[in-house]
């Protein structure tokens, strides 16, 4: 049985689009007959919440693609030639969130439903090739007629351009407030880094509704090999260069047991920049999505973590209690540090993880992962908690995402703005062999309201091997601290762990800069 869009939500449509019945009856009504809805059905959170927790009694079922062979025939060229059509677009949440939808294909074979929300109940968005256009020669054109949607994306009220995207496992992206993606949020991580393989659990079901305090709300099923679990997101978006506000509530119930379970997880790509600018095939002078993870302790530190690209799989923890946030960030905004003019790496996202609720005791990791390209995604940054994650238990968590130009809440201290790495000792003198020097630039908060002769001092330490040359000093012509040091590694301890900040007299000024040596980071150019 299928349902066709009722006059109150045509008329909803209308007014989503600045329109009268008078100017746009031909359009709304090629509108209703486009978009073919399913029988009603009961629907909230809380039976969401309750079929997760059902679901993660039984065993689980593998699910099998349709069509296996065909949909493997759809390679990414291939993916891409079929387009949506604009005039199908469905105005999901009273107009609110204009969806179009993601063909299946070779890398993305198991379809989602789409259901739209109306009060206390939902109705599935039925699949038809006729929402594409499908070359003719493409091998989409002998699918099922109702093999299912990939995912969707949200359009902008003018439809020019999307701005909230959902394709593949259970990953999402934002264009964020600077209107061009990167990096990518996922609901949650099973055994990154492990002896094990990773799992990779998948939203089945999206459900569409209106809010009363939000842009819309989406919910959302999700089901894995050992865990089941309910998602809702509570989406706001006031406009151009502001940022996209996802209010997330996660509830999952294992299965079976999970070695490491991790919650408000973050994905993205760093291959270089100025730190290890000396072992870059490309031409660009950086490539990165992120280029750090920014901390804001429990305890009220602030921390920065420059990211690396090492030679092996390296994970690291920062234990905790109550986290107040933490996000993997993109500081430098400059162009020219890209010279990038195709994907824009100057404006992709910083995310901002930010628990709603105390999360306890446990850590944020980062795992970084070799890369040799900027087609993958190789860190991973997500809160571990200490409570396990074992079968019958229920993992609730509620949070805050944000996707912006900078982190959501700056802090009053100076923060790091560039990690650079040369050889060490003294400019026109004979240079030690394997050391390596540190300059750290800082800026903002009270920082420029210091001179030289304030006191101001950096203070370092390092897990292993020797540091030496330490100094700090203004840069001249700007409000910059430049934090300088030289380091010798033992050559038996790899990685070495970093600590810098700067103070005068007993006053904290900076965030803590935080740094994992690699002996082959900087490569020592004089023999």
Not at 366 to 395: C, F, Q, S
Not at 437 to 443: L, R
Request: hydrophobic residues 40%; charged residues 25%; negative net charge.
């Amino acid at each position: 049985m299928t349902t066709m869009l009722s006059r109150r939500d045509l008329f909803g449509v209308l007014a989503a689009l600045g329109l009268t019945p008078s100017l746009a009856v031909r359009e709304a009504e090629a509108l209703a007959a486009s978009t073919r809805l399913g029988t009603a059905k009961p629907f909230s959170f809380t039976r969401l919440i309750a079929a997760a927790r059902e679901r993660a009694s039984l065993p689980y079922g593998p699910e099998s693609p349709r069509a296996a062979d065909t949909l493997e025939a759809i390679d990414y060229d291939r993916h891409w030639q079929i387009r949506f059509k604009p005039d199908h677009t469905v105005q999901a949440a009273g107009g609110k969130a204009p969806l179009r939808f993601f063909h299946l294909g070779r890398f993305f074979k198991l379809p989602v439903g789409i259901h739209l929300v109306d009060g206390d109940k939902a109705r599935q968005v039925l699949y038809s090739p006729d929402y594409f256009d499908i070359p003719k020669d493409n091998p989409a054109t002998s699918l099922p007629d109702d093999i299912g949607f990939a995912g969707f994306r949200v359009m902008l009220p003018d439809a020019d351009r999307d701005w909230l995207a959902f394709l593949g496992a259970a990953y999402f992206r934002s264009s964020g407030a600077l209107d061009q993606y990167g990096l990518s949020a996922r609901a949650l991580c099973i055994d990154v880094a492990m002896p094990t393989p990773e799992e990779f659990p998948r939203f089945t079901n999206f459900y569409f509704g209106a809010s009363k305090t939000s842009l819309f709300t989406i919910y959302a099923d999700l089901e894995g090999p050992r865990i089941s679990g309910a998602v809702r997101w509570d989406v706001n978006r006031d406009g151009d260069g502001k940022p996209v506000v996802m209010d997330m509530a996660v509830r999952f119930y294992p299965r079976a047991d999970i070695a490491r379970l991790g919650i408000g997880t973050l994905t993205s790509m760093f291959w270089y920049d100025e730190t290890n600018r000396q072992s870059a095939a490309d031409w660009r002078p950086e490539i990165h999505d992120s280029d750090g993870l920014a901390i804001w302790s429990g305890s009220g530190e602030r921390l920065w973590r420059p990211l690396n690209n090492p030679r092996t799989v390296v994970t690291s923890t920062f234990v905790d209690r109550d986290v107040k946030g933490f996000g993997l960030c993109q500081r430098d905004r400059n162009f020219d540090n890209y010279q990038d003019d195709g994907v824009f790496y100057d404006r992709r996202p910083t995310v901002w993880v930010e628990p709603t609720a105390p999360w306890s005791t446990g850590a944020v990791q980062l795992v970084e992962i070799p890369t040799d390209d900027e087609i993958h995604d190789n860190i991973v940054a997500y809160w571990l908690p200490d409570k396990p994650a074992v079968a019958g238990a229920e993992i609730a968590f509620d949070y805050r995402l944000t996707w912006g130009a900078d982190e959501p809440h700056v802090p009053a201290v100076g923060r790091v703005v560039a990690t650079r790495l040369g050889i060490g000792g003294v400019p026109g003198q004979s240079r030690p062999a394997g050391v390596v020097k540190y300059v750290i630039d800082f800026d903002g908060g009270e920082l420029g309201h210091y001179g030289q002769q304030d006191g101001v001092e950096a203070v370092v330490s390092a897990s292993a091997g020797t540091v030496s040359g330490v100094y700090a000093l203004p840069v001249v012509g700007t409000s910059r601290w430049r934090a300088v040091f030289d380091f010798a590694s033992d050559g038996a301890s790899d990685p070495v762990d970093m600590r810098l900040y700067l103070k005068a007299k007993d006053k904290t000024l900076t965030e803590t800069w935080l740094y994992q040596h690699h002996d082959e980071t900087f490569v020592w150019p004089i023999k």
